[in-house]
Every structure is written in structure tokens, then in C-alpha cells.
């Protein structure tokens, strides 16, 4: 038998053109499907190999059905035919539920366009390939043709990712305790220190600062002087059993902002050393101080080392040290953290910003990344 293959995206091209070649003489050997080249979040592609037998001729084309008009000699390749049949209609009929619109959706440009900008942008591959999947299942054909209208989707879908947290707060009567966690040179200090300057956030408040990071002078130097400037009062703890008396010295205090030392993700000792001292301050948020110039897997592992301290809130800093924000989008798809602040630069306190989903997913769309600032 003379056999003939047929590869393409679009299953009703295939049978038009076996129909052209062949006519309705033609007996399918064997037909598949498999991921399109493009990726998998396109669709499938289709193989279909076809033959004719020596005596047959072609006669006028008419509708290619199911089953061939003259029955093959074989009856093993008939039953082929009728199973390959039935496997490819119920691929295309779980193929359109799947997309939601009738018939095959071809490749989208557009999407193709999205996925190479976030994949540039480091976003990772999975978290692309879902907000591909779900843009073919919820958008029409004429948004899937509009550059305009999909950014629009995408965006809205980006942001929905992200749990904010919001200006921090605490009940009538009772003093605000931020605490502030993370690993050597992520930020933390930098960090306290602008918040603490932002009157956006504290202004008019008694702040007072509770610093455990008291092994480095140089830290404790830089605290007191800054407190000085803010007129904040300051407890430096030396020791576990000093961190009581140093939070009822600062009692009058409306909010008070507690200072930590850098940690290895991989001390095991410190970290638990760390959660003895934050039981003790009892802080109402704990935030884990992240610098997003970081690659991903040690971001990650990062965020799951130190959940034995407990935190339940996320800053990202050195914003303006990356070229790309992947890793914020990353860590919201995988972790599902709340996010409180991104450290975008070194001023004070300017260069503190609340955690804006909607911006986020405007600098990662963009694939421009965060634009710093002149100094």
C-alpha cells in the first residue's frame, strides 16, 4: 500500500488536503496528536498517515466521513481506521471545551508576543503557561487579536496574584510592633529606618525602636543617630532576658519598630535563637526582608527556611538592583505571601513603596522593569 503523511495544527486543513490527494479512496494507517512546536499552552499538532490501495482510483472529492467509502481488504486495518477516527473526534471535541469557542483556535500572535516579554522578564515557565491557558479559555477571538485588549487581561490577571497588606495597624490602646527579619545585607535596617521616616505611615505617632542587632557597632551607631533626627526612643538588647524590660521602657510608644541581625537561611542555631527573641518581642507583623537581586531558587528556599520564625509578611528590596521583576510575580504564583513594601532605592524615605499589585503588573508587561530614579 502506497501511505502518505500529514502533519499541521488545524485538523480540518489535514482532511482537505488528504481529500485533494486521495479523495475518498484513502484509509488512515495511523493518526496522533502531540504538543504544538510553539509550546503547549497553542493547542496540538496532528499527524495523520494515509494510504491508498494499488487498485483503487480516485473518484470526485466529497465529504471525508468517518469510516472509508470502499471498505479496506484488511479487515485489522478497518478497525484501525474506525478507532483512530473515533480518538481524533474526541480530541478535537475535548480540544474546544478546553478553549471554550467552537472549532480550533490557531496560534495567537499576541499570546506568542506576552509569553516571549515575560519569559525575558524571567517570569517562570509555569506560571507563564497558566496565564496563557487561562487568557484562550476566558478571552473571545476578538480580544485574542488585540494587542491592546489581552495586555488589559493579562494585567488584571497579574495583579490578582498579589495579596497586599496594606498600612500597618494595630487596636486602640495598644502599641504597633513590626519586626524585621531576613538575611545578612538584604536590607532590614535600611528598611526600619525609612519607614519609621515616612510620615505617610507613622506620622504624628511616638515611635520607638528595639534593636536586637546589637553585635555590629556600626549598626547600633547608625540606629542612635537616626533616632536622634526622628526623635524616636531606642533600646539596643544585648542579651534574651533584657527584651521585656526594654519593651515596658517603651510602652508609651505608639509604634515601635524592632531592629534584628542578618541570618543565614542555612544557620539552623541563629534561626532558632531568632524565634526565642521574636517569642519574647511578640511582634504583631514579622516581615521577612528579601533583596530581589537574588536568583530565584535561593529566593525560594529562602522564603521556606524562614518560616520557622513565623513571618506573615513580605518586603522586597533592592528593586532598583534587578533588571528584571520575574521573581515578584514567581513568589506570589508559587508561596502566595502577603506582601507589605518594595525597598526601590536608597533615599529616605522615599525609596519605600506599599506593595501596588496593579503597578507590578505594569512594570512586568512594559518589559521595562522598575525606572530608577535620578538621585
Known amino acids: 500500500m502506497e501511505t502518505k503523511s500529514y ?161 500597618p495597624s494595630a487596636p486602640a490602646g495598644t502599641a504597633l510592633k513590626l519586626a524585621f527579619i531576613g538575611p545578612t545585607g538584604a536590607g532590614k535596617t535600611v528598611s526600619l529606618i525609612k519607614l519609621a521616616a515616612n510620615r505617610a505611615f507613622f506620622g504624628g505617632r511616638r515611635l520607638g525602636i528595639l534593636s536586637l542587632d546589637t553585635k555590629k557597632l556600626a549598626a547600633a551607631q547608625q540606629l542612635q543617630l537616626f533616632a536622634d533626627i526622628v526623635k524616636a526612643d531606642l533600646k539596643l538588647v544585648y542579651r534574651d532576658r533584657e527584651i521585656k524590660p526594654a519593651l515596658r521602657d517603651l510602652e508609651q510608644c505608639d509604634v515601635i519598630l524592632i531592629d534584628t541581625p542578618g541570618i543565614s537561611w542555612r544557620a539552623g542555631r541563629q534561626m532558632r535563637e531568632m524565634e526565642k527573641m521574636l517569642e519574647l518581642a ?37 528593586l532598583d538592583e534587578t533588571g528584571t521583576l520575574g521573581n515578584v510575580l514567581n513568589l506570589a504564583s508559587d508561596i502566595k505571601p502577603v506582601f507589605s513594601f518594595l525597598g526601590s532605592g536608597q533615599r529616605i524615605p522615599e525609596d519605600l513603596l506599599s506593595m501596588r499589585p496593579a503597578q507590578i503588573a505594569a512594570w512586568l508587561l512594559e518589559g521595562k522593569g522598575f525606572a530608577v530614579k535620578d538621585q
Request: aromatic share 6%; no cysteine.
Open 7 to 167: 502533519t499541521g495544527t488545524n485538523y480540518r486543513d489535514i482532511m482537505n488536503r488528504i481529500k485533494r490527494d486521495f479523495g475518498e479512496e484513502a484509509i488512515i494507517v495511523k493518526s496522533g496528536r502531540q504538543n504544538h512546536p510553539a509550546g503547549s499552552e497553542f493547542g496540538w499538532s496532528y499527524e495523520v498517515v494515509v494510504g491508498q490501495s494499488a487498485e483503487s482510483t480516485v473518484i470526485s472529492p466529497g465529504v471525508f466521513g468517518s469510516t472509508p467509502v470502499q471498505a479496506a481488504s484488511d479487515q485489522r486495518e478497518t478497525a484501525t481506521l474506525q478507532v483512530d477516527m473515533k480518538r481524533l473526534t474526541q480530541s478535537i471535541q475535548d480540544l474546544q471545551q478546553q478553549m471554550g469557542t467552537p472549532g480550533l483556535k490557531p496560534p495567537w500572535p499576541v499570546l506568542a508576543d506576552l509569553a516571549q516579554k515575560l519569559l525575558l522578564g524571567e517570569v517562570n515557565h509555569d506560571v507563564i503557561q497558566k496565564l496563557l491557558q487561562d487568557l484562550q479559555m476566558s478571552a473571545t477571538p476578538r480580544e485574542l487579536r488585540s494587542r491592546s485588549l489581552i495586555q488589559e487581561r493579562a494585567s488584571r490577571w497579574i495583579a490578582r496574584r498579589f495579596k497586599a497588606a496594606g498600612t
Open 282 to 318: 511578640a511582634p504583631a507583623e514579622t516581615h521577612l526582608v528579601l533583596p530581589l537581586n537574588t536568583k530565584y531558587s535561593d529566593l525560594s528556599q529562602m522564603v521556606r527556611e524562614y518560616r520557622q520564625i513565623s513571618y506573615n509578611r513580605i518586603l522586597l528590596t533592592k
